[in-house]
């Protein structure tokens, strides 16, 4: 049998927490980072689940068991774009339960959580509070042209793995096109009209102004 919680309940529990979701690059964890150190709250950061994920199994979680199941790294990169994008889906609603959980532990401190999520929006809506959820966006070409860009340690293994490819341009290709599924003009008017406080990417703002648009929608300029 499932095990449920009602979404009022965690609404009751999750009432100091702020949720930011998003595209890649939009700035979700600078914006989270801050807000916490500001008002003082707890920073759950990009997988700040991480630790449950040593109880992660095949049977219950499989898209998140998939780095124990699948054949090699070459399986990883040359998988088509819409297996990309499923698994990216399957893994957020998995890990949705991980943070729930986390939460749930993080919430008896009694402190404002400003939290880094891919919580589906549709979860989202149900327990989190009115207003203490913000959808960063950066345009959808942001992500494919800026992952090959970066030097964090996943990056530049990904990476290697795509120049030991039989093809590397062939798999470069086909990992620039999963990115681009799973960011897609499609996914990104999806984020625009779920109904929730949107705030697009503007080279031309600084990033205290970022933060503090969120903190007057937050309610947390006092």
């Known amino acids: 049998m499932a095990v449920t919680l009602a979404g009022n309940l965690l609404k009751h529990i999750f009432r100091q927490a702020y949720f930011i979701n998003g595209t890649a690059y939009a700035g ?63 893994c957020s609603r998995e890990a949705a339960e991980l943070e729930i959980i986390r939460l749930i532990q993080l919430a008896e401190a009694g402190k404002k959580m400003f939290v880094d999520t891919n919580i589906p929006l549709d979860m989202l809506r ?69 109904g929730f406080f949107t705030l697009v990417r503007d080279e031309g703002r600084t990033a205290e102004e970022t933060l503090g648009i969120l903190e007057k929608y937050f309610g947390l300029e006092n």
């Open 126 to 194: 149900e327990i989190a509070s009115p207003g203490h959820v913000a959808v960063l966006l950066a345009p959808p070409s942001t992500s494919v042209e800026r992952f090959f860009q970066r030097g964090d340690p996943e990056k530049l293994f990904l990476l290697e793995q795509i120049r030991k490819a039989p093809d590397p341009d062939g798999a470069t290709e086909n990992f620039r096109a999963c990115l681009a599924e799973i960011n897609s003009p499609q996914r990104y008017r999806a984020f625009e009209e779920a």
């Open 28 to 90: 979700k964890s600078t914006m989270v980072k801050r807000l916490a150190e500001k008002h003082k709250g707890i920073c759950c950061g990009e997988n700040y689940h991480d630790i449950f994920m040593e109880a992660a199994d095949p049977e219950h979680q499989p898209a998140l068991s998939y780095f124990q199941t699948m054949g090699s790294w070459q399986e990883f990169i040359s998988r088509t774009p819409a297996e990309y994008a499923r698994w990216m889906d399957d």
